[in-house]
């Protein structure tokens, strides 16, 4: 699976859009955007995915660019309970074995 | 739908002893994994299951044994547990289809 780069760490203020960068400059063709979040000791949580197309849930929406090199999870009004660890993880979705791998992620802050 | 439940949620080990972390789902889910984090650190793949008879090493294999004898079911052995498996395991699960996967709520390990 190709690498992602994520910051260590982000504020937000509680209301505001959280915007989570990721850049993953080597990924493939075939090979879908994942983001995943984690609460304090929580399992990790799954938010959205997406190939190539902007996605949007009731929990983010998730902006892939044209070239696919890079992605942005957003979250549209932050509140406290959104504080957590978020991954971007990219992976080869097809009938396989294809595990998650996740790097170390961003700590997001939500602030009051 | 129970989702994914892990047994024990805590466990106190002594070096050399031997015991098997549960996981179970009820979605009918293909793939399963053993993932292992510890304090501060990301998640790593232990071993995972693409169905059941079928599993494969991940990262950190090592010290574990994994059987998938059923599709619900996915046991995670530590032959001879030593003071550097000590962490929270979880295990997760996800359908053949383009979805994410579903994580339990952990089980924090501890060998002294």
């Known amino acids: 699976d190709a690498k992602t780069t994520q910051p260590p760490s982000m504020d937000c203020a509680e209301g505001r859009a959280a915007n989570l960068p990721c850049n993953h400059s080597?990924?493939?063709?075939?090979?879908?955007v994942y983001w995943y979040r984690q609460i304090h000791s929580q399992g990790p949580q799954y938010i959205i995915h997406g190939l190539k197309n902007n996605e949007t849930n009731e929990m983010a929406s998730l902006i892939i660019t044209e070239d696919r090199k890079s992605s942005t999870l957003i979250l549209p009004h932050a509140t406290l309970r959104d504080t957590a660890v978020y991954y971007c993880i990219v992976r080869v979705d097809v009938s396989g074995n294809t595990p998650l791998v996740f790097g170390k992620g961003t700590r997001l802050s939500v602030i009051a | 739908n129970a989702g994914v439940t892990q047994t024990p949620k805590f466990q106190v080990l002594k070096t050399g002893q031997s015991m098997t972390l549960q996981c179970a789902q009820d979605?009918?889910?293909?793939?399963m994994s053993w993932y292992r984090q510890d304090p501060g650190m990301g998640l790593r793949l232990i071993h995972y299951?693409?169905?059941?008879?079928?599993?494969d090493q991940g990262e950190v294999p090592n010290g574990y044994n994994v059987s998938r004898s059923t599709t619900e079911d996915f046991p995670l052995r530590l032959l001879s547990a030593a003071p550097s498996q000590t962490s929270v395991y979880f295990c997760?699960?996800?359908?053949?289809?383009?979805?994410?996967?579903?994580f339990g709520s952990g089980t924090r390990l501890t060998v002294v």
């Open positions: 997760a699960s996800s359908p053949v289809q383009r979805r994410g996967y579903t």
């Open positions: 299951s693409v169905g059941a008879g079928i599993t």
């Open positions: 080597t990924i493939s063709g075939n090979e879908y």
């Open positions: 979605m009918n889910h293909e793939y």
